[in-house]
């Protein structure tokens, strides 16, 4: 038998063979079902043609072959490896030839019926996810083959089994003409990764069904009817709804939304069969040029998801899908796009229960086709128009009872083509209740919502403005950003400023942050590995981890402050600061008053809470604010910088998080900081002795040669110097098609990263230690003129930095301030910003109160090291033995590694602590941005090389306290 013969249907565009109609995804109250998942035997070949189905007959021995785990990825197991690309096709682009070196996975189940599987009525066998194509047997009889990986595929099978002993063969292909239509920037990991079940089938079950469940807000009322394939009845006891299938009924409810996703317990049944409904009525219109459900306009807060489990890829457990659902509640996060492709249809019945809105995409994406200018791409060619249309009917037929999904997306970077106007004339036809997105569709001639991925403030207010042009169709929609804001590595910078412009304008109904978690592999060396770390020829590095939590689903600082930046109550001062008295609350929220939300204040006085209680907020309606009193400054407050804070917080328990989890909160300052001093009445002397080199000032002691301090109060402190160097982030380094503007690239073309520093003198005035430098990259005419004047008052040193700029600089510094060493340093106390990291555009998360961490605990453990850690606006800082208060407040960075080890580290596992902790005080930084993939940071956050001066007083401290951290809720 040829190879052609044997695997014709790998290299075949149509959508496969043998395969039941789709349907809507339900569980059945009286019909059986047998899982399939568990240990399957394994066999693994490199070449598509490398064996011949005998496997799949009765009574072959496979008990040479090795074990996997179904659902899962065989590369994953311990057979080959994972690939990873963003958009390039890692096989030759020739649709829709695959390499004949194609790993070929056969897969054996033997199975047994359970003894009261009923004798009669037919059965299905389901397959919700198999990458990239499968060839099915059962009892040696092969039922069909397919491809789409992640949509459903049944085949009728009642016929073929028997009690005892039945044999499920399935041949699993990595690369199949499919694969042309998956190029989803992530992992290629082939195997059957969804779940398998064996359904039973009764006589007259109802098999499909639609459920529509429309609202009124007007009359409050909801219209049910349900259009079923077996005619039967529809009963819904809370609303006493008792009908036949087809007849529509209008009854009052309760609508479902996100905020209050009311859901209706129903069961439709038919002769042979009760099916559970979960009815959720609500209605979706373009209405007045926006997106609305309900009669109002929705803020989508939204994020980007890929399925992803660190060790075991896209085989997601319903634990790990309820633990994301109930991560982007407690995050203020309520929409999400099933990026690209419908996710596991238990995520969608989570996005139900627990209220999020969603865009469910199809399964498809030719990105690759771009680099030959979209020639020979599939949607734009008749002969995989019918391929389309199965992945569009598949996704929709399956999700299309769900409430929580308000718009069905024609897929990912596919280019345009007539396939693509095919899809979207099906899915209007199929379903009227949804709206139909697709970003590439630039005219907007096949969509109902304007889309757009990564543009920059810019353009976007231009957009909410109405300024943007283009077709009169286009200009008429609402828009979306259904990518933006990457957040890979330290960042995203700038969704504060995004957010001001979402809300500012109405055409502006929100966005998708790129993405939900970092795509990192579980590796017992790397820790978590990224592309090229398994040896792939072809990869993108660790761009495929750019997720707002990290692997292990821990929320990254970009996660928190999201969650910050899209509160739905904003808490702010009535006028400039919080001393007027009053606070001014609003209610953000689409659809839900404040009912749910219990309010509380804390009035602090230099970080510390002197008194506390209950705030009276009334129940506004969305979009209401109203002006509450805050009460009197608590008798006998200490002098000093003091704030308001006010939280909201859940009043009681709800089913995605306890009673007094924070919603959101503001920050009201009242009273300015006071600035440290430092007289100057301390003269600098040589040291005793016969000229050990040393200066005393005060509590410092001083290289004589170098004028660089030794000690301070009897601390060491090395290496103190000015820095403008950090470890690039990847939003520093930006994208290869960003070459232009990435400034990481621009700072080492430069040569920040090797700067050099010339002693010019040391002078020993009368109350001043003056130390004059140059700082300057090898082989660059550019430097900086730096002056360090130490002062003291006896007990305290008073460090003053001033610099400017020689020549001509036109690239922003990555940091200014100083750095050193100190031998020992663990505990870190510090009044400022916290609890977690913050740099000018991603500070919104960062309150003003007093915190305690490690040294270590102030980390932030990307997957690629980089510049991270650094607590913003921190007026006084104690570790090492040292107490620093700066003037103006401050940068703080500590780590038990060199700034030029983080920059050369690829995996955690790279960084070795040393002996020293390496003390960052920086007077500014540059700003973070979204430019791995989005846009750079907004010139206001840009770090400038201009005339500056700063300074730090350093003191000594005996212990640092065991004051408990700080957190939100206290």
Not at 64 to 87: C, I
Not at 220 to 235: H, K, N, Y
Not at 536 to 551: K, S, T
Not at 923 to 950: D, M, N, T, V, W
């Amino acid at each position: 038998m040829s190879f052609r013969t044997t695997t014709a249907y790998v290299e075949d565009v149509s959508p496969g063979s043998g395969a039941l109609p789709p349907r809507a995804w339900y569980a059945s109250s009286d019909a059986k079902s047998l899982s399939l998942n568990g240990s399957w035997r394994f066999r693994l070949s490199a070449t598509a043609d490398a064996e011949d189905d005998s496997f799949a007959a009765e009574g072959y021995d496979a008990g040479d072959w090795a074990e996997v785990t179904v659902p899962g990825h065989w590369v994953l197991q311990g057979h080959g490896s994972p690939v990873y690309t963003n958009h390039l096709y890692p096989f030759p682009v020739d649709p829709p030839r695959v390499p004949t070196e194609n790993p070929t996975g056969d897969h054996l189940r033997v199975f047994d019926l359970p003894a009261d599987w009923p004798a009669d009525g037919g059965a299905g066998l389901r397959f919700d996810g198999v990458e990239s194509c499968a060839r099915i047997w059962l009892n040696g009889t092969e039922l069909g083959e397919f491809k789409g990986s992640r949509l459903p595929h049944e085949f009728a099978v009642g016929h073929l089994l028997k009690p005892a002993g039945n044999v499920l063969a399935v041949r699993v292909h990595q690369w199949s003409a499919g694969s042309y239509l998956e190029d989803q920037d992530q992992w290629w990991l082939p195997g059957i990764f969804r779940d398998v079940t064996l359904l039973h089938r009764p006589a007259d079950s109802v098999r499909d069904f639609f459920v529509h469940a429309s609202y009124d807000h007007v009359s409050g009322t909801g219209t049910l009817r349900v259009d079923s394939e077996v005619p039967g009845r529809v009963t819904v006891p809370d609303l006493g709804v008792d009908v036949a299938t087809g007849e529509p009924v209008t009854v009052p409810v309760e609508p479902w939304t996100a905020e209050t996703p009311r859901l209706y317990d129903g069961v439709l049944a038919t002769g042979g069969e009760r099916v559970p409904l979960r009815i959720g009525f609500r209605t979706v219109a373009l209405s007045d040029g926006l997106i609305k459900v309900n009669g109002r306009p929705v803020l989508f807060r939204g994020v980007n998801r890929h399925e992803w489990h660190p060790e075991r890829g896209r085989a997601l457990d319903l634990a790990t899908m309820r633990e994301d659902v109930l991560l982007m509640k407690r995050h203020n996060i309520n929409a999400v796009r099933t990026s690209h492709y419908p996710p596991h249809p238990a995520f969608l019945d989570l996005c139900d229960e627990y209220g999020l809105w969603v865009i469910d995409e199809c399964d498809l994406e030719t990105h690759g086709f771009t680099e030959q200018g979209w020639r020979d791409n599939p949607v734009d060619d008749d002969r995989w128009t019918p391929a389309l249309l199965d992945r569009a009917a598949r996704m929709v037929e399956r999700d299309k009872n769900h409430p929580s999904v308000v718009i069905w997306s024609l897929g990912n970077e596919a280019g345009t083509g007539r396939g693509l106007t095919a899809m979207a004339e099906w899915i209007h036809g199929r379903d009227t209740s949804r709206l139909v997105h697709y970003e590439g569709d630039a005219g907007c001639r096949d969509t109902d919502v304007y889309s757009r991925m990564y543009a920059d403030h810019a353009e976007v207010e231009r957009i909410g403005r109405g300024l943007d042009g283009g077709p009169r169709r286009r200009r008429e929609l609402p828009f979306i950003l259904c990518e933006y804001a990457h957040a890979m590595g330290n960042g995203p910078g700038g969704l504060a400023d995004y957010q001001r412009l979402f809300e500012v304008h109405d055409r502006l109904q929100g966005g998708f942050v790129w993405e939900w978690i970092d795509h990192g592999i579980a590796h017992p060396e790397l820790g978590f590995a990224y592309g090229g770390d398994f040896g792939e020829e072809l990869h993108d590095g660790n761009f495929v981890c750019d997720g707002l939590l990290f692997p292990d689903r821990q929320p990254s600082p970009g996660l928190v402050e999201y969650q910050k930046v899209i509160e739905p109550v904003a808490i702010t001062a009535d006028g400039t600061d919080g001393a007027a008295g009053t606070v001014r609350i609003t209610n953000g929220y689409d659809f839900a008053d404040l009912s749910a939300l219990a309010f509380s204040w804390s009035y602090e006085v230099e970080g510390e809470t002197v008194d506390r209680g209950t705030l009276s907020v009334p129940a506004l309606a969305p979009g209401e604010s109203a002006e509450v009193k805050l009460p009197a400054v608590p008798a006998g407050a200490p002098a000093g910088e003091a704030h308001w804070t006010v939280r909201a917080v859940l009043a009681s328990d709800t089913p995605w998080a306890p009673k007094d989890h924070v919603v959101a909160w503001g920050q009201l300052p009242v009273s300015a900081r006071r600035v440290p001093y430092v007289a100057a009445t301390t003269r600098p002397a040589p040291g005793d002795g016969d000229g050990d080199g040393e200066i005393t000032l005060g509590p410092g002691v001083f290289d004589a040669r170098t004028g660089a301090p030794r000690t301070i109060g009897g601390v060491p402190v090395t290496g103190l110097r000015l820095d403008v160097w950090r470890a690039t982030t990847d939003n520093d380094d930006g994208a290869a098609w960003q070459s232009d503007l990435r400034y990481g690239l621009l700072w080492r073309t430069l040569g920040l990263h090797r700067m050099r520093h010339r002693l010019d003198a040391v002078e020993v005035g009368e109350d001043a230690l003056t130390v004059r430098t140059r700082v300057a990259p090898a082989a660059r005419e550019l430097g900086l003129s730096t002056v360090y004047r130490w002062t003291s008052d006896g007990d305290r040193l008073r460090l003053t930095v001033s610099t400017a700029p020689d020549g001509d600089w036109t690239v922003p510094l990555p940091r200014l301030g100083i750095r050193f060493g100190l031998a020992a340093a663990d505990a870190v106390r510090w009044y400022g910003g916290g609890p977690g990291e913050a740099y000018p555009d991603t500070r919104s998360a960062s309150r003003i109160a007093r915190w305690q961490s490690t040294v270590d605990g102030m980390q932030t453990p990307y997957v690629r090291p980089q510049e991270n850690g650094a607590r913003a606006d921190v007026r006084w800082a104690e570790l090492g033995g040292l107490r620093i208060e700066g003037d103006p407040a401050f940068f703080l960075t500590a780590r038990r590694w060199t700034t030029e080890h983080l920059d050369a580290a690829a995996h955690r596992t790279d960084l070795v602590p040393g002996d020293t902790v390496w003390v960052n005080l920086d007077h500014a930084q540059h700003g973070i941005g979204s430019q791995s993939c989005g846009p750079a940071p907004l010139p206001r956050y840009h770090l400038r090389a201009e005339p500056a001066e700063f300074s730090f007083v350093f003191s000594t401290t005996k212990s640092v306290s065991s004051t408990p951290l700080q957190n939100l809720s206290s």
